[in-house]
């Protein structure tokens, strides 16, 4: 079993930057893949970045690329979003997400076994 939590959202300015932290309990993301997703009210959930732990790679929706970017800290058994140049339209409720199997990055199809309580991220204009 594994446990999520993520931390790090807040309220910034349009321009800012934040960088969200995703921390797992009860076993290592080794062999995991790891994604970050966001929901606005009203708005289906929109899958931001994945990656897989053991060789790092990752891959971005268009509405972030180039702004965020997904990393992990070994020792911290943690997944980070660093996400600059925020925009009020990044106004959501950020969540990871982590299953033990890993297809292709964005796999849209992907199913995650485990889910973190979310962390809400506001952009003010």
């Keep these: ?6 931390s790090g959202g807040g309220l910034v300015q349009a321009g800012d930057s934040l960088r ?3 921390a797992a309990s009860g076993r290592t993301f080794r062999n995991y893949a790891v994604a ?3 929901q606005a009210p009203g708005k289906e959930r929109e899958l931001l970045s ?3 732990w053991n060789d790092g790679s990752t891959g971005y929706a268009d509405s972030v690329k180039g702004r965020f970017t997904i990393s992990r800290d070994n ?3 943690t997944v980070l979003l660093q996400m600059n140049s925020l925009k009020p339209e ?3 409720v950020y969540y990871c997400a982590a299953d033990s199997v890993y297809t292709i990055p964005m796999n849209p199809h ?3 076994a485990y889910w973190g309580q979310g962390t809400q991220v506001t ?3």
């Design 1 to 6: 079993q594994v446990q999520l939590v993520e």
């Design 20 to 22: 969200l932290s995703c």
């Design 36 to 38: 970050w997703f966001r």
């Design 50 to 52: 994945t990656i897989r």
């Design 75 to 77: 020792a911290e058994n």
């Design 90 to 92: 990044d106004t959501a």
């Design 110 to 112: 992907q199913e995650y």
């Design 123 to 125: 952009v003010s204009s």
